[in-house]
């Protein structure tokens, strides 16, 4: 059996979340009472005619309060069960939070006449809190739209060909904000920067004339060994420690030349060693 538990502050995306998995073959259920998470395992695996059920809820801050402050324990005893068992945990910026909401009109499930829309999202961060602590996933949805956020739940989710450490290393720009859910941060904007080369502005570094002039870069080469020295000692006991997913980031001031062309380069060398790993380009598009 293999149990996803979504959850997260409400604008974030976890509709969208499980309208992916259901598209996948997950048998989905919204708003489910965390307390009756341990019975819902139990049963499905007692009941259903499936031979790997697929089963993904929704557990969130229309819970009662002491319901969440159980779900450590309630996680634990599903676990015992020998499920396996993933928690994602999606989560946007207040700002974009509540924007969000100013779009939609729609009421926030902690609102009323003494609590306003600002406040109830901060409240709805904190009974969350035992669920964010203990996801296996985090995915910050700040700078996603609806159509990157599905590909990347497919990707972080679903794209998992072998059992073990799932790895993403992800490019991204400072401009746009450093991604929350990353494990493990490289700042690249000490290195040249094709931006400056009015020939090399338009392309990105998945381009033969970007990665030309990077890789005869000797700070650039120095900055490759350097990192990838790095992960290559320590990723393998990220794994070890039973780490179902590890974010490493990769910045540079936009996002689209140099910390492209490192996560690219870091992905295809470090592919033989972890079979799990995607790369992903945060900002390539922006």
């Not at 998995?21 to 395992?41: S, V």
């Not at 936009?254 to 870091?266: D, K, P, Q």
């Amino acid at each position: 059996m293999h149990l996803i538990i979504v959850s997260g502050r409400s604008g974030s995306g976890k509709s969208t979340a499980l309208d992916v998995l259901e598209d996948n073959g997950f048998y989905c259920i919204d708003n489910l009472p965390a307390g009756l998470l341990p019975e819902l395992a139990e049963r499905t695996l007692l009941q259903t005619e499936m031979l790997q059920p697929q089963v993904a809820v929704s557990i969130d801050a229309r819970n009662l309060p002491s319901q969440l402050e159980r779900f450590p324990d309630l996680l634990a005893e599903v676990r015992a069960r020998h499920i396996q068992c993933d928690v994602l945990y999606l989560d946007a910026d207040e700002e974009t939070l509540l924007k969000r909401f100013s779009e939609t009109r729609r009421r926030h499930p902690l609102t009323h006449e003494t609590r306003s829309l600002a406040e109830a999202i901060r409240d709805e961060s904190l009974l969350l809190g035992p669920i964010r602590d203990l996801a296996d996933l985090q995915i910050d949805t700040t700078h996603l739209n609806l159509y990157q956020l599905r590909d990347s739940l497919k990707l972080r989710l679903l794209n998992k060909p072998e059992p073990g450490t799932a790895f993403l290393i992800e490019s991204f720009g400072f401009k746009r904000g450093m991604p929350i859910d990353a494990d493990l941060v490289f700042d690249v904007r000490c290195l040249p920067n094709p931006y400056w080369k009015p020939d090399l502005r338009e392309h990105s570094g998945l381009d033969q004339p970007v990665i030309d002039y990077l890789a005869a870069q000797p700070d650039v080469d120095e900055m490759y060994h350097d990192i990838h020295s790095y992960l290559h000692k320590w990723l393998p006991r990220f794994a070890a420690s039973n780490r179902a997913y590890v974010t490493i980031a990769i910045g540079c001031t936009g996002g689209h030349h140099r910390s492209v062309y490192l996560a690219e380069r870091l992905g295809k060398t470090l592919k033989p060693q972890l079979k799990n790993l995607q790369v992903r380009h945060r900002d390539l598009q922006a």
